[in-house]
């Protein structure tokens, strides 16, 4: 097999196939180029079954890539064998398989965050025996959601020093619901495939066997179930290879551990530190600003690439002004470029500076050929993604409850949407009744008991609302399409968004997407049922673009973490201001050098050319606040920067 487009270091990478190897592959150094040779090698060069390797990411859009890229390597045939997936897929695949272990039925269905805030409030309501409105539940959220990425058991609760018995109790009631209802959500898919291994040995044999080879990418951004999960699945063969980088360990708010890249055991270490994005002067900077870090493997990245431009740095009255400034500047080097406005991103530390920079890209007036444009296109990234839309939502769960009845929190969702005449009254009732007799709420819809005083009307609405959902169970086992036109016209979807929304023009783009919806489900004809449907929809959710997404000539406008795996040839870093980055948050409770980690992240995003600005007052609750440079401004080089006034375009 041909390696000599690689270089010394990922070579190495690609030829050190046997034992626990680590790889650490710093910012734009071909670490996806890394793994898919050293995958093609494995076939080609080493014999092995492309059965017998898994490869698990963290986005469906890495792993297709991998995918894409084997097979311009070896053949299709080959190519399609090998397993590529997400670990949510992965252990979807595993539970689908062998969950009827651990008391669920395979026909479980997929909550995702709104449909377990919904249960939880149903929980904390029961427990607070109330129906009033209840306190801010986000700390019992924040609490749980940390237990969950930390893998603690029920069985372990008590050992665990938490504020408060409430969300001690919350998150038994939560484990529980998922049973009674048949359900799982992300962060249960990959904690019951770890209890699965550990609980039935016959299953972990089993999955074990089956992979010799295991690669994970990112395993920077793992969590203490994704490592115990890893641990456990390759315990036989002992062939684990992980490439990632702890300089861009960004996730520990959502409980990435950056413990497990730092003290991984491995036979060996590579690193990968030869850029192939980003000029010398670029990833001087990025270097000078992420050693002052002291959890880290030591590393420096280098480029054949040359110096390039020096790095300008400004500091402007305002934050008005600062978004000014920008945008001039930005119009300036589009027009002797000669390049589309896609060329340029604009990355800052958090959503709420977004606004001012929206407003200047609005208000700015450009040459194009030969007439004055006003307002530059721009696009945000990190929008409201397609499966989260509403409109979206409410078919999913019509379909999630066709697939499993005992799914109470898409049923409560479409029991009275759209409205059928089943008020908060009557349901209060029959919720009540099915809850202190421990049965199904489909079951007790479907048969309403006489002790419950409901009037004719709503039962008869009721009874239509069960006959359609049956219907729809039948229906949807023999066509797809044909059955969701059938259930938007039984359900009479569009008066429903009509009676939602006023704007004729919301009211478009909410059908816009279902139209994309129904599409969705024509492509899965052939491939596979509802259920199939479901599982690709909710853990692929980048797959399917809502209308307003398709990628144009726009501004890039984007979070330093949205930033993460992608690059520009110029990148404005704005708002570099102590209490924004490092974020006063986070230097409160001692994460910065996480921040640090992700100001190293925003600087490798560029490609030719680094822009950084900051404002000496910034408004804030509609007040004006001093600000200072940010601390990680001073750890680069003066001889590296271009230290230029704020209105000077020259």
């Not at 064998?81 to 026909?107: M, N, V």
């Not at 607070?128 to 237990?147: C, M, N, R, V, W």
């Not at 029959?430 to 009037?455: D, G, Q």
């Not at 708002?575 to 925003?602: N, Q, T, W």
Request: aromatic letters at 8%; glycine letters at 6%; proline letters at 3%.
């Amino acid at each position: 097999m041909d390696l000599t487009h690689l270089n010394e270091a990922q070579r190495k990478a690609v030829r050190t196939t046997e034992g626990r190897v680590l790889i650490l592959a710093g910012a734009g150094s071909g670490k996806t180029r890394v793994l898919t040779f050293r995958m093609a090698y494995l076939i080609q060069e080493m014999g092995v079954s492309p059965d017998a390797i898994l490869g698990l990411t963290f986005t469906n859009k890495a792993a297709n890539e991998m995918r894409e890229r084997i097979r311009s390597m070896i053949p299709h045939k080959l190519a399609n064998r090998i397993t590529l997936s997400t670990f949510h897929s992965f252990c979807l695949k595993i539970l689908r398989e062998d969950i009827h272990y651990l008391g669920y039925t395979k026909a479980f269905t997929l909550w995702d965050q709104s449909d377990v805030e919904r249960v939880v409030k149903i929980i904390a309501r029961d427990i607070l025996g109330t129906e009033s409105e209840l306190p801010s539940l986000k700390p019992t959220f924040d609490q749980i959601a940390k237990a969950r990425s930390d893998g603690i058991k029920l069985e372990d609760m008590d050992q665990v020093t938490w504020h408060d018995e409430f969300s001690r109790t919350v998150y038994r009631r939560l484990m529980d619901a998922f049973r009674a209802f048949n359900a799982l959500d992300f962060d249960a898919l990959l904690s019951e495939t770890v209890r699965l291994f550990e609980t039935v040995p016959d299953v972990l044999e089993k999955w074990s066997s089956r992979f010799r080879y295991v690669m994970i990418d990112e395993y920077q951004d793992t969590n203490p179930v994704q490592f115990r999960l890893t641990e456990l699945l390759t315990q036989k063969h002992q062939n684990l290879c992980v490439v990632g980088d702890d300089d861009q360990s960004i996730y520990g708010w959502r409980g990435a551990s950056i413990k497990n890249i730092l003290s991984f055991q491995g036979t060996e270490s590579i690193k990968l530190e030869q850029n192939f994005r980003s000029t010398g002067t670029i990833l001087e900077a990025a270097n000078h600003v992420i050693r002052k870090n002291s959890q880290r493997h030591d590393k420096k990245l280098w480029s054949h690439k040359g110096e390039g431009s020096k790095l300008e740095i400004f500091h402007a009255p305002t934050d008005e002004n600062e978004a000014e400034a920008v945008i001039a500047r930005l119009a300036k080097m589009k027009e002797s470029m000669k390049v589309g406005w896609s060329h340029f991103a604009i990355l800052y530390r958090s959503n709420a500076l977004s606004r001012q920079f929206e407003t200047a890209l609005m208000k700015y007036s450009w040459f194009d050929s030969e007439t004055w444009v006003r307002g530059i296109p721009y696009e945000i990234f990190g929008g409201t993604e397609f499966y989260e839309r509403k409109e979206i939502k409410d078919l999913l769960a019509y379909l999630k409850v066709m697939v499993n009845p005992k799914d109470e929190a898409s049923l409560l969702r479409i029991v009275n949407f759209p409205r059928r005449g089943i008020g908060e009254g009557s349901l209060d009732k029959l919720t009540n009744y099915n809850r202190t007799h421990k049965l199904p709420l489909f079951e007790v819809l479907k048969a309403p008991p006489p002790e419950i005083e409901i009037s004719p009307k709503v039962t008869s609405a009721i009874q239509s609302f069960v006959e359609m959902i049956e219907e729809g169970k039948t229906r949807f086992e023999n066509d797809l399409t044909g059955s969701m036109l059938w259930l938007l016209d039984q359900i009479d979807y569009k008066k429903a968004i009509k009676e939602e929304v006023k704007s004729e023009k919301m009211q478009a783009f909410k059908w816009e997407n279902v139209e994309e919806f129904v599409s969705a489900l024509k492509e899965q004809e052939g491939k596979g049922g509802l259920v199939e449907f479901l599982e690709t929809s909710l853990l692929n959710k980048e797959s399917l673009k809502s209308k307003d997404d398709k990628k144009t000539n726009k501004v890039s406008l984007m979070t330093f973490h949205s930033s993460k795996g992608l690059e520009f040839p110029v990148c404005f870093l704005v708002g570099l201001e102590d209490h924004i980055i490092p974020h006063e948050k986070s230097a409160l409770e001692g994460g910065v050098e996480e921040e640090r980690r992700l100001m190293y992240v925003a600087i490798t995003r560029a490609e030719e050319k680094l822009v950084m600005s900051m404002a000496r007052t910034r408004k804030k609750m509609g007040q004006e606040v001093h600000s200072t440079p940010s601390r990680f401004l001073m750890d680069i080089p003066k001889e590296l920067l271009n230290v230029s006034k704020w209105n000077d375009l020259s």
